[in-house]
Each structure stands twice: as C-alpha cells, then as structure tokens.
C-alpha cells in the first residue's frame, strides 16, 4: 500500500490537480472505514487533536473535494490527500494570546491572565484589539467579533467569530449551539462534597458586585455543577460545568459555597496560592454554525493549579 500511495504522490504532483506539490501528504485507502477512524490509524507521527483540527479546518480532501465530516464513509481506492500548509497562526506570536484553531468563519483562542476580551476603554489590552492587528497583519479581510467573554483575570478558551454573521449565528443560539463548557479552580478549603449543584439568581448592585438570592431578586438564574477533582486539608481543585453563563458565575457560586476562588479578591478571597484568579477555562465544544460539525477543545489544567497540591 505504502508503494501504490508513493506512485499515487508523484502523478498528482505533476498533475498539479491537488496544489502545489508538498503542500499535502497523499494516502490511497485500503480498506472501507469512517474517515476520521482512518485518518488516526494511518496518520502518523501527528497528535490526535491535531488530526481532528485538521479535518475540521478543511484540511482533507477526499478525491480532490475537502470533507469535515467526521464519519465520512471511505471506500478502497479512494485517494486522501491531508494538508501539510503551515497556517498563518504558526507565525502568530502573543504572550497574552494562542490560537487553538482558525477557519474562515471562526477563531478559538486561549486568553491569559491580564487581558480584557475586548476593549473597555482607551488604549486597553484586550484580545480583539490582537486578532485584528493579526488579521491585518496576515492580510484577512476581517475583524474578529466578540461572541463570549472571559474577565480579565480569568484565562482559557474563547471563540470570535469573524463576521457579523457567524457572531449573530453562535450568540442567538448560545444554548444549543454549546454543549460543553467547563471551568476548573483552585478554591480555599477541603470541599465537603464529590460532586453537586449550586442554582441560586444573580444580580449586580450599584456598585458593580454580583450578589446572589435564593429567591427571584429581578435578576437572572444561574446553574453550576461542580466535581472535586482533588483536595487537600486548604485547598481543592474543582471542575465547574455551566448549565447557564452569568457574569461572575463560578466566583459568587463558590464564594456561596464557603470555598471561594483563590486570588478572588473581589469575591472575599485574599488566599492567593498561585499569585492570579484560579479560575481557567479549559474545555469548550460547541457545534460550528457554519458546517455545523462539532468542535471540541481542552487545555490542560494550569500547571500552578497541579503544584498547590504536590
């Protein structure tokens, strides 16, 4: 099979049918099987969240056509050809910003501490205000579009859409088009409790703060699992699954709690073990409003949040 996909590479190469020679590795099915099965079978020295990323950024072709469905049915005989192409993002460089993944339509981006979602003010730092000087920058005729925010101090997954539309098309069906969105902290205290829920409404007052009510105060409800992954006699290292996306969620949750975030100032907690907010965004899927396939991402859990408890 190796020397028939060899042949195969050198004819399309001359063909120029399938781009300029070595912007793709060239494969020749053997035997039937869902595409993304095959591709992580016979993909190698490539991550599997790499291969999954290049499917869904258009990175596959089969017989000359770009697929991203994932269970594309193969059949023997079919010619694979899997980009190679270096994206702009590989020459992106920001000690506040790293893109996750890049398509037409969207950017997932992974925040750190210290810079706004967007601007708030003259001259802030702030993640759009990066993207577009990268879009400039890369010649993209466009403009990234806030879709979701993370506060400042607060790092992890973010999605900007890059048009008008597919923004409108993520936020008017916020809900349905985002089937997993987890957090994961470092709270004061040893958590009493595996697992749980914590619903209550939420409200701002006068003075910025969220406050919480077990009663409808004219505020909006807010629902958050939590599942404590470890802990220690002063800390616990807890993921939080959002059912709802109210501003300042998780921190006012577990300042309800009795375990508030640590380095939460804002929230009551001058614990501060990692020297930040420890609270990071760290899985977010979403179905992509545009081909509708879903995405799914993961971060790994901060490293200082892993060392409070070596």
Not at 116 to 133: E, F, P, Q, R, W
Not at 248 to 254: C, E, L
């Amino acid at each position: 099979m190796a020397h028939q996909s060899n042949k195969w590479q050198k004819s399309a190469n001359q063909r120029g049918g399938y781009g300029v020679p070595n912007e793709y590795a060239y494969y020749v099915v053997g035997k039937p099987a869902p595409l993304l099965e095959w591709l992580l079978e016979n993909i190698k020295g490539e991550s599997k969240t790499k291969i999954k990323l290049t499917l869904q950024g258009r990175g596959i072709k089969v017989d000359g056509k770009i697929i991203t469905q994932f269970d594309y049915a193969l059949r023997p005989g079919m010619k694979i050809s899997v980009s190679k192409t270096k994206k702009n993002n590989d020459k992106f460089k920001n000690r506040f910003v790293k893109i996750v993944y890049e398509d037409r339509y969207l950017v997932v981006v992974e925040k750190n501490v210290g810079i706004l979602s967007m601007a708030a003010g003259h001259s802030t730092l702030n993640v759009k205000a990066v993207l577009d000087d990268y879009f400039h920058k890369s010649r993209q005729n466009c403009q990234a579009h806030v879709v979701h925010r993370l506060d400042r101090d607060t790092s992890g997954l973010m999605i900007y859409a890059k048009d008008k539309q597919t923004e409108l098309a993520l936020e008017n069906d916020w809900h349905n088009n985002v089937y997993d969105r987890r957090y994961v902290a470092v709270v004061s205290g040893e958590m009493e409790e595996d697992e749980g829920t914590i619903a209550n409404w939420l409200k701002d007052n006068k003075a910025y703060i969220t406050y919480s009510s077990p009663t409808d105060n004219g505020g909006k409800y807010a629902v958050t699992h939590f599942h404590t992954l470890t802990r220690s006699t002063d800390y616990s290292l807890v993921e939080f699954r959002l059912e709802t996306g109210r501003k300042n969620q998780i921190r006012v949750h577990t300042a309800d709690m009795g375990h508030p975030v640590c380095g939460d100032i804002k929230y009551g907690n001058e614990d501060d073990p990692c020297h930040r907010l420890c609270l990071h965004a760290y899985v977010l899927c979403f179905y992509h409003p545009v081909t509708h396939q879903p995405m799914e991402f993961e971060t790994p859990i901060p490293a200082e949040f892993r060392k409070v408890f070596k």
